[in-house]
């Protein structure tokens, strides 16, 4: 089992959605974030203030899925949210010690 | 122990207030008022002063040659009601919203409570003293009114003829209040998120009484030292049409002085202050705009050709401010704002006021471009230069383009518009027709701006430190971090 976090452009998250039911994956959790990498912020101004924003939105997306599942998942991913301009974002592959269904107290595999 | 000490003695304090107030009332009332002249009935006058009486009541003239007493007219009182409670708008929620949505979240509250919160003390002062004092005459004083309306003492629907014949004065009574509400709340803009709430209520029960009731009369009362259209012995014949000095200068230097001796925000400079929510302050503009037609065109006092020019003049200077202010932002920084717009037209506006019963629809385009230019500058540079504190630009927009307004107005008057700046009965008894036929009028003008500037500075100087020795100017450093909203209010602006 592996956990896939993909940091994503927000108004990509539908598309990359989308792709990821295709492949028969069926929950994931999705949280809004800021941070930056290399796409730096902005600038503000109001009035005579001005203001860099340095924190840009992103989406966070979180899928855990059986091992045999992960490289397809990751290639729906990189392959639907690639714009090919900076800030796309980056996905992380962890591994995951097991998962427990709390409804049914299935575990492992069959859980996620 | 100490807590329930003070809320009984704020109790006490409270009920011997209303007490006294209750007192004074009834010996007031007591009182004999002065016999009126008994001038003729309608229908008994002649048939030719019948004909005058009711052309002067259609087109808001002088009826005091027929000898029949003027009466409320409905269509001139209709206007007045609907211009009081657009003016009312202004406020509530006009600048609410404005000021509201230019503050962090943590302090929109804060703006909502600063106007109803003077709106209340505000109408409680006006009812007891603050009309008396603005448009009474006993004292025959340039500088204040009088005592004879205390408490508003016999004031009901007949007009009082030294402000206007066809509108009845209670109605005028509380188009007046309305400009008393707002003119102290726009100050608050420039000491936004770090002035406590008493002390602003303390604040502004103070500056009523020292700057904004001697102020008001002086430049719309019937006796006053700069009322140029209306007082015949007006020493400085100046002429303010709908508050350039009164509303805007007042509370546009007070601000400045009452801001720098405030001091900065906690953090100002090092940390980012971005508005919370421009959504709020177009909405806020939008509803200032509208309800400063009751504003400048309702100050004409009745439904009349010079309500209609400056219901004209209002409209167009304050269209080409709120769009030669983007334009600049366009050309000297690459985006037009949303904010700029919001500035451009309150400034349009703001300078507009003293001018737009006196000036033709070509002066009010000069106002539109020199509103949308001046204030820019004092906000995004002149503020920059010298380093103060204004948070949402009360000086910058009210203070310079209250005076830019007072002074032009003196440059792009016109009587063609308005007949009463070379009345025989009054601009030509002070002055006032010469000084605009010799095109000198300027003059008058930075006199009476000279005086209100004095006397805004000086009055919030004492007021200031009045209040900081009594009850203190500024919340805890950890309370404004906080902010004042919970600190203040005991409550949040948004909980999701």
Not at chain 2, 196 to 205: C, E, N, R, S
Request: net charge neutral; glycine share 10%.
């Amino acid at each position: 089992m592996k956990k896939i976090e993909a940091i994503i452009k927000p108004f990509k998250l539908e598309e990359v959605k989308d792709a990821l039911s295709e492949l028969g994956i069926e929950g994931m959790t999705v949280t809004e974030v800021k941070g930056f990498g290399r796409q730096k912020g902005h600038t503000e101004i109001y009035r005579g203030s001005e203001y860099t924003v340095d924190f840009l939105p992103k989406i966070k997306l979180e899928i855990v899925v059986a091992d045999g599942a992960v490289e397809g998942a990751v290639g729906a991913i990189v392959k639907t949210a690639k714009t090919g301009k900076i800030g796309d974002g980056k996905v992380f592959v962890l591994p995951v010690e097991n998962a427990i269904r709390i409804r049914t107290d299935e575990t492992g595999d069959k859980a996620v | 122990m100490k807590k329930k000490t003070t809320s009984v003695l704020r109790l006490l304090a409270a009920v011997a207030s209303l007490a006294i107030l209750g007192a004074v009332t009834s010996t007031l009332h007591a009182e004999d008022a002065a016999p009126a002249p008994t001038p003729i009935a309608f229908a008994d006058a002649p048939l030719k002063a019948q004909t005058a009486y009711l052309q002067a009541a259609l087109t808001n003239g002088d009826p005091t040659a027929t000898n029949i007493a003027p009466v409320a007219i409905a269509g001139h009182t209709a206007w007045m009601m609907v211009s009081a409670a657009l003016v009312l708008l202004m406020t509530l929620p006009g600048l609410a919203l404005f000021y509201g949505g230019l503050v962090r979240s943590k302090n929109v509250l804060s703006m909502l409570a600063m106007c109803l919160g003077i709106t209340g003390l505000v109408t409680i002062i006006w009812w007891a003293v603050g009309y008396s004092l603005v448009f009474g005459t006993n004292f025959a004083s340039p500088f204040i009114g009088g005592t004879e309306f205390f408490f508003l003492k016999g004031i009901d629907s007949a007009p009082n003829t030294s402000y206007a014949y066809w509108i009845p004065q209670n109605v005028f009574c509380i188009f007046q209040l309305t400009f008393a509400i707002i003119t102290p709340a726009l100050i608050f803009g420039a000491t936004a998120e770090r002035l406590k709430f008493t002390a602003l209520m303390a604040f502004v029960g103070l500056w009523m009484f020292l700057v904004y009731f001697p102020l008001a009369h002086m430049v719309w009362g019937a006796t006053g030292l700069m009322n140029g259209v209306w007082n015949a012995d007006a020493k400085i014949p100046a002429i303010d049409f709908a508050g350039g000095t009164v509303v805007h200068m007042s509370s546009g230097w007070s601000a400045l002085i009452l801001c720098l001796l405030l001091g900065k925000r906690v953090g100002h400079g090092k940390e980012p202050m971005p508005p919370h929510s421009l959504v709020l302050t177009m909405i806020g503009t939008g509803l200032l705009w509208v309800g400063w037609y009751g504003f400048n065109a309702g100050s004409a006092l009745a439904a009349d050709s010079i309500a209609a020019n400056a219901f004209l003049t209002t409209t167009i200077a304050t269209a080409i401010a709120a769009f030669v202010w983007p334009l600049l932002e366009f050309i000297l920084k690459g985006k037009p704002s949303v904010l700029g717009m919001c500035s451009g037209a309150v400034a349009g506006l703001v300078v507009i006021t003293p001018a737009c019963g006196f000036v033709d629809s070509t002066g009010a385009a000069i106002i539109g471009v020199v509103a949308g230019v001046v204030p820019y500058f004092a906000v995004t540079v002149l503020k920059g230069i010298f380093k103060y504190d204004d948070a949402l630009d009360t000086f910058g927009i009210h203070g310079v383009g209250g005076t830019l307004g007072a002074l032009i107005t003196g440059v792009l008057v016109n009587p063609a518009v308005n007949g009463n700046l070379v009345s025989d009965a009054y601009a030509a008894k002070n002055g006032l027709k010469a000084a605009i036929e010799s095109h000198s009028l300027l003059v008058a003008q930075a006199k009476a701006a000279g005086i209100t500037i004095a006397l805004a500075v000086i009055g919030t100087i004492i007021i200031t430190f009045i209040v900081k020795l009594v009850i203190g100017l500024r919340p805890s450093v950890e309370a404004e971090h906080q902010g004042l909203d919970i600190t203040d209010h005991g409550e949040e602006g948004y909980n999701h």
